[in-house]
């Protein structure tokens, strides 16, 4: 079992910059993938970002790159995704998610085993 925390989420204004942050504990060393997604509602779940458990490689939506940042603290066992330039469009849940599949099934949220309890990232214009 994994279990992921997500923490960050809020209300800010456009061109602001929020951190969410994903703690995971458990049996993390199953893990080979640590991803992001988001969900606005209405609108179906999406990629946003995904790391390898090791650090590298990354990945980013076109949505993300250039403005997201996902990077990972390996002393906390977090996942962290610095979002800077927030449009009012970026607004939606965040979930963290992890899987144990290869870094090629990285945009797939049905291969994901193990998913957070989301946290709002609401961005007013």
């Known amino acids: 079992q994994v279990q992921l925390v997500e923490s960050g989420g809020g209300l800010v204004q456009a061109g602001a910059s929020l951190r969410l942050s994903c703690a995971a504990s458990?049996?993390?060393?199953?893990?080979?993938?640590m991803g992001w997604f988001r969900q606005a509602p209405g609108k179906e779940r999406e990629f946003v970002a995904a790391?390898?458990?090791?650090?590298?490689?990354?990945d980013y939506a076109d949505s993300a790159k250039g403005r997201f940042t996902i990077s990972r603290d390996y002393a906390k066992s977090t996942v962290v995704l610095q979002m800077t330039s927030l449009k009012p469009e970026d607004t939606a849940v965040y979930y963290c998610?992890?899987?144990?599949?290869?870094?090629?099934?990285?945009?797939?949220?049905?291969?994901?085993?193990?998913w957070g309890q989301g946290t709002q990232v609401t961005v007013s214009s």
């Open positions: 998610a992890t899987s144990g599949r290869g870094f090629q099934f990285r945009r797939s949220d049905s291969l994901y085993d193990y």
């Open positions: 458990g049996r993390t060393f199953s893990r080979s993938i």
């Open positions: 790391i390898h458990w090791s650090g590298a490689p990354t």
